[in-house]
């Protein structure tokens, strides 16, 4: 059994400036056939599964196409697009006659004359391997899910935790399934409900974990060979964009439409109570300034995952003001700032101009006498079995808070990226963090109390008010009553 994989990933903020082309992938993460390494990364874990199914069975050959991921940014440059496409296209001609595709998609990437990328790659694959072959692909939650994706793929299985921690059980499992169809053990159905909602679904809280684990429950209990929550994701003006419950029977239509149904209406009942408290900047700072330990405050809303720069200082600016004192940052993405601190040398005194030059609505630049304590090139955190890149990065102090800035835009994971720079995060009475929930598992265990920022910018986190004009269905909060 022949097994073509590859992998093409982004996160298209369709309100961002921050444009996305080829360099966007090859600064985040662009591995050609044969040079992934060992450790999976979010979207291209399907790779590394394959590797290790061909490891305990012989009688499977993997070949390997390109993987490419860019951090989440705005709407993707159309031959950047169509570059990559066609390069993983070409590979994937090159390997015929192959059963089994088996790719890691993310599913909200959007590039220009494209509103349904990967729809558009599962289509193209299909023609190319027919109608017989298996294709198979893992999605982020965070996506659109479109009949074309569903009418081409056989098998599409999105992360069910949100963090997204489980992406290589989620990639272990599309393989294993995907395999069984090939073999004909399995014929896989995929019955979708579109739960005419969006919002933001963290599974480290209720009530999305218990409805994540009597999802699992029910896979296990064999109602369905995979069952998929699909998020959606509110940054992206599609048709498609919106929850959506994804059910995988063994060729039973008719159950799997009513098992979608019954758990897209269970989640369509969980709307507006998903998410933990947020606080606006001055209640989170007076909370902050009466707390003991070591805080986390997340500017859940400056979140590059998010697809936004990850440079504002709205937080930042009242933190000076209040004067607050042990406070480390991690991060400001700043790339000139990066580069004029590593022109100064670790040591040196300067003056600074950083943050706050994506947007008008993120804070304003901040302008300081620095002293630059730690440089670092290629710097990396790391993210459950994967390391993030986080390009060159400067430690600045100045007023009793110390900044890292760093030149590749990325959320604030995990508290490994603070001691990239050397510095233990614990020994902070304040760590402000861009991230809106991904940083979660990592942070909670040093964290005394983990504080949400809602600053208001510059994410686009109220769909009541972002200017849909290619959103073709009717999507709560948008629409108050959507099933009527
Ligand atoms: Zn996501």
């Known amino acids: 059994m022949r097994i073509f994989t590859a992998s093409l990933a982004t996160e298209t903020n369709t309100f961002s400036p921050m444009y996305t082309d080829l360099v966007s992938f090859y ?44 951090e989440p940014g705005g709407l993707l440059n159309r031959l ?3 570059h990559l496409r066609d390069e993983i296209l070409m590979q994937l001609e090159a390997a015929m006659p192959v059963q089994l595709v088996v790719l890691g998609l993310h599913g909200a990437m959007v590039a220009q004359g494209y509103d349904d990328c990967e729809g558009d790659f599962l289509s193209r694959i299909r023609a190319i391997v027919g109608p017989q072959a298996v294709i198979g692909a893992t999605l982020d ?8 994706r569903l009418a081409s793929a056989d098998l599409l299985i999105a992360f069910k935790e949100f963090p997204h921690l489980d992406f290589m059980a989620r990639a272990r499992e599309l393989v294993y399934l995907a395999v069984a169809a090939a073999r004909g053990d399995i014929k896989p159905v995929m019955s979708c409900f579109d739960c005419r909602m969006i919002d933001v679904l963290p599974t480290s809280h209720e009530p999305m974990k ?60 969980y709307r507006g109570q998903t998410l933990p408290q947020f606080y606006d900047i001055a209640t989170a700072l007076d909370q902050a300034e009466q707390l003991q330990g070591t805080l ?35 991060t400001i993405w700043d790339p000139m700032a990066v580069k004029l601190c590593f022109a100064a ?39 459950a079995d994967s390391l993030v890149p986080m390009g060159d990065c400067a430690l600045i102090s100045f007023d009793g808070i110390e900044v890292i800035l ?24 304040l760590l402000l963090i861009k991230s809106t929930n991904h940083f979660y598992q990592g942070f909670a265990p040093l ?38």
């Open 296 to 330: 986390v405050l997340a500017d859940v809303w400056d979140n590059p995952g998010g697809g936004v720069a990850g440079d504002g200082t709205l937080i930042l600016h009242q933190m000076i003001k209040r004067q607050l004192q042990q406070v480390a940052v991690g």
């Open 80 to 82: 950047s697009y169509e």
């Open 27 to 70: 600064q985040s993460f662009y591995a050609p056939p044969g040079q992934h390494p060992v450790t999976p990364t979010l979207c291209s874990a399907p790779l590394v599964a394959c590797r290790e199914y061909a490891q305990q069975h012989s009688a499977v050959e993997v070949i390997e196409g390109t993987c490419a991921w860019a």
């Open 141 to 148: 939650p965070h996506s659109h899910l479109t009949d074309l």
């Open 406 to 429: 760093n030149s590749n835009r990325c959320q604030s994971f995990d508290p490994s990226l603070f001691r990239a720079l050397g510095i233990e995060p614990s020994h902070y009475k």
């Open 210 to 269: 218990s409805f994540i684990e009597k999802i699992c429950q029910l896979e296990q209990d064999h109602q369905a060979l995979s069952i998929s929550v699909i998020h959606g994701f509110m940054a992206g003006d599609v048709p498609d964009m919106g929850s959506k419950l994804l059910v995988i029977t063994n060729n039973d239509a008719k159950q799997g439409e009513a098992l979608a149904r019954q758990l897209g209406l269970e989640l369509f009942s």
């Open 447 to 484: 964290a005394s109390h983990i504080i949400y920022v809602d600053a208001g910018a510059p994410y686009p986190s109220d769909p009541t008010r972002n200017v849909y004009k290619k959103l073709s269905r009717p999507v709560w909060p948008i629409v108050a009553s959507p099933f009527d």
């Open 345 to 383: 040398g670790e040591g040196a005194e300067i003056e600074l101009r950083f943050g706050g030059k994506s947007c008008a609505t993120a804070g304003a630049p901040i302008d300081k006498t620095v002293r630059v304590l730690r440089l670092k090139a290629d710097a990396q955190q790391e993210f």
